[in-house]
């Protein structure tokens, strides 16, 4: 029987007869030829129906089709140096599954809400279909690096009874009549388990209940974070730099036809794929805002705004290391040289993007990090099974998070992050 196989697969069966299972994205007929845009899922090309090639029913079929009607079909596959994919088949067998009118996406422009409201259906277009593409090879990217690295995936809850991040912003839900709040980070677990395993990462969905509006927040987004025993904050960044060069390096390697249909120009992303990432200081960083003329005191945060007019200035990722204390959260270690500020970075990636990662060296001495939990007016009897970590065993350790839709939405350069993930949750949107 003749072979099965995907779009993706055409280079390998140049000149032969092939099935292949399809949706159609668009038609254009002329008299005794008929041009079938078609999609797998794998990747997009077109199949030709000439009419003297193909009996008079399937040549009927073929020019009643309605986009996104779905059917198999048989034919050769040629080389096509003028298309975009490069390659096409001839198409010599149909066989129809479905074909209704009416598909409500059409091959113009649309909003980005009418979009957003049938993501459902608008996932099937190129420009999503690349945009998950490349979040799967980051997806396997990362698990990769972290495997050869040695680390152990390690799975946090998401049901949660205490907040690492700050109060503010948590998904409150009733738990059998107690409290319970949806996972904003599984770091304080991850520290778990590089106690029990030395290096970990977990991968999960995360929740913020905060209240912005902007190009770069959701309410429900993924984050990857490893947790390094014995590691000290300086071998953490050396690990971060390695592990987003190793990230964006596989991007270019297997996402060149992803990268294309987004217009993405990859030369942009070489420098990251090289490492070398400039480690700027916070009060360096202030120094940037201020020659600029800028309104920013040392020790405020950096807002939007601020850090993408920082980031502009690299062509690569790079750390803003070593923040005041006051504007990050208790678990970080103080710096021995400087108390007034955390051993701590954020990543911010380039093209004016800002922060995709952050992390810290965690404090480990039990007294100081009790002392933290009060001064920041949180409660030690939520942290008890936490402070267990720092009783007995307790070692030097680093970790950071990983943005994934921020990531996504730089590597991508996508305007707003709720085209990074399938289903994008944010202050207006629940549905689909
Ligand atoms: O900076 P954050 O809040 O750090 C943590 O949660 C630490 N526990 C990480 C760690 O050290 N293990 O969040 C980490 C990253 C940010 O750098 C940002 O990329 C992303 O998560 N992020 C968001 N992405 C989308 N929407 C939001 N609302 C986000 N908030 C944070
Ligand atoms: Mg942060």
């Not at 994205?25 to 794998?42: A, Y």
């Not at 009927?60 to 059917?71: D, G, T």
């Not at 996402?255 to 420098?271: A, T, V």
């Not at 590597?411 to 085209?419: A, N, Q, S, T």
Request: with cysteine.
């Amino acid at each position: 029987m003749t072979e099965l196989i995907s779009i993706a697969d055409c280079r390998q069966h140049v000149d032969q007869e092939v099935r292949m299972h399809v949706w159609l994205t668009d038609k254009r007929s002329s008299g005794k030829i008929v041009f079938l845009q078609l999609r797998d899922g794998t990747a997009f090309f077109q199949g030709v129906v000439r009419k003297n090639a193909v009996s008079d029913e399937v040549f009927e079929i073929a020019k009643s089709l309605h986009q996104e009607a779905s059917f198999y079909i048989k034919g050769t596959v040629h080389q096509d140096e003028r298309s975009h994919f490069r390659y096409e088949i001839q198409i010599s067998d149909l066989k129809l599954i479905t074909n209704n009118e009416g598909y409500p996406i059409g091959n113009k422009e649309h909003g980005i809400e009418f979009l957003l409201d049938h993501r459902h259906l608008w996932l099937r277009s190129k420009r999503p279909f690349a945009i998950m593409r490349i979040r799967n090879t980051i997806f396997k990217a990362t698990v990769d690096f972290f495997e050869n690295e040695g680390f152990v995936k390690f799975d946090a809850p998401i049901f949660m009874h205490s907040a690492p991040e700050g109060t503010t912003e948590l998904f409150h839900t009733e738990y059998f009549g107690g409290d319970a709040y949806l996972s904003q980070s599984g770091q304080l677990y991850g520290e778990v388990g590089a106690e029990a395993f030395g290096k970990i990462f977990t991968f999960g969905p995360t929740f913020r209940a905060e209240e912005s509006k902007t190009r770069r927040h959701l309410t429900e987004f993924w984050m990857m974070e490893p947790e390094m025993a014995w590691m000290h904050q300086d071998e953490s960044l050396d690990l971060q730099e390695r592990f987003l060069s190793y990230v964006t390096g596989q991007v270019l390697k297997h996402c060149q036809y992803e990268l294309e249909i987004l217009g993405r120009d990859s030369q942009k992303l070489e420098p990251a794929a090289q490492g070398n990432y400039t480690r700027l200081s916070y009060d360096d960083a202030v120094k940037i805002l201020q020659d600029d003329g800028r309104d920013f005191k040392w020790g405020d945060d950096f807002g939007a705004p601020d850090e993408a007019f920082i980031s502009e200035k690299f062509d690569r990722p790079f750390f803003i290391v070593n923040y005041p204390t006051t504007i990050k959260p208790f678990y970080m270690k103080k710096n021995p040289d400087n108390p007034k500020e955390y051993l701590c970075a954020d990543v911010l990636a380039p093209e004016g993007y800002g922060e995709i990662m952050g992390g810290s060296e965690r404090e480990s001495d039990y007294e100081t990090l009790l002392k933290q939990i009060h001064e920041a007016g949180l409660n030690e009897n939520d942290y008890s099974w936490y402070l267990d970590l720092r009783r007995y065993g307790s070692v030097p350790h680093s970790g950071f998070g990983m943005g994934f839709e921020r990531v996504i939405a730089w590597i991508c350069k996508l305007d707003h992050v709720r085209e990074a993930i399938p289903f994008p949750r944010m202050i207006n949107r629940l549905e689909p």
